[in-house]
């Protein structure tokens, strides 16, 4: 359940006392209870669905896993019937072996990534650059100037609804 505190932009046909916007602000609790409820009734049916699935599809699975088993044994034991071709071809798909292969470190990956720039492979290092925007913000509060950057003061009206009011609502929703 998304509670964050709202910013609000448009201020046209505000309230025009605080009694006004107390009761405003009511409806507004409302509606974010009523949604914050709603959402843990749809989470509960949701996992009362995923729980009733596995129930289901539990005996299945565990008999496919069994039968896979035992078909991979008997790929095991005959290696020599999936050489050419590797795999068997039915109606129902396929069976046999695949040729794999799979990079395992040996190492810390710091290890790895400076041993391709020492042999010059840096092709096989990525660098991701993103920015750090509290650092940023930091820089430009120190007075200097960043090109296509600009901070940004103010106030801003916003909204909280008490986090208890929506825990009791939502409380034992759906049992």
Do not use: W
Request: aromatic residues 4%; charged residues 30%; proline residues 3%.
């Amino acid at each position: 359940m998304g509670l964050s505190n709202h910013r609000i932009a448009d201020l046209r046909g505000c309230p025009e006392n605080i009694t006004q916007a107390k009761v405003l602000f009511e409806q507004i609790a409302g509606l974010e209870v009523d949604l914050a409820v709603e959402e843990a009734r749809t989470e509960k049916r949701i996992a009362v669905l995923k729980k009733n699935h596995e129930a289901k599809v539990a005996g299945r699975k565990a008999v496919r896993d069994r039968l896979a088993e035992k078909l991979a044994a008997f790929i095991r034991g005959n290696t020599d019937l999936f050489r050419k071709p590797k795999k068997v071809k039915t109606p129902f798909g396929s069976f046999g072996l695949q040729k794999v292969s799979e990079v395992r470190l040996l190492v810390d990956d710091v290890v790895v990534v400076n041993n391709l720039k020492i042999l010059q492979f840096e092709s096989a290092v990525q660098t991701l650059e993103k920015l750090d925007k509290p650092e940023l913000k930091r820089i430009l509060q120190n007075g200097f100037d960043i090109p296509g950057t600009r901070l940004l003061t103010g106030e801003t009206a916003v909204y909280k609804v008490d986090k208890a009011l929506v825990d009791e609502a939502t409380k034992g929703v759906g049992e």
